[in-house]
């Protein structure tokens, strides 16, 4: 590796959001910096297969309503 051309690598510590933590090495901040993570594999939808219902119909109703006129004309 040529010298004085890539960030610094160092220990930071991650915390879940379930609490729990890990350390790991970053570019991230300095050394000793703190990365709470908001989404993590643990909690997220797209890695526990556990999806949130949504109200689809309710929006979809709502979007309609706001813009079901949308590109139509009106007769003269």
Request: proline share 7%.
């Amino acid at each position: 590796m040529k010298p004085g051309i890539h960030p610094d690598y160092h220990e930071i510590t991650v915390i879940m959001t379930d609490g729990t933590e890990y350390k790991t090495r970053s570019c991230y901040g300095t050394p000793g910096a703190t990365l709470r993570l908001d989404v993590d594999p643990k909690s997220h939808p797209a890695w526990t297969g556990v999806q949130r219902m949504l109200d689809t119909g309710g929006q979809v109703a709502k979007f309609n309503k706001k813009f079901g006129g949308l590109g139509q004309r009106k007769k003269a």
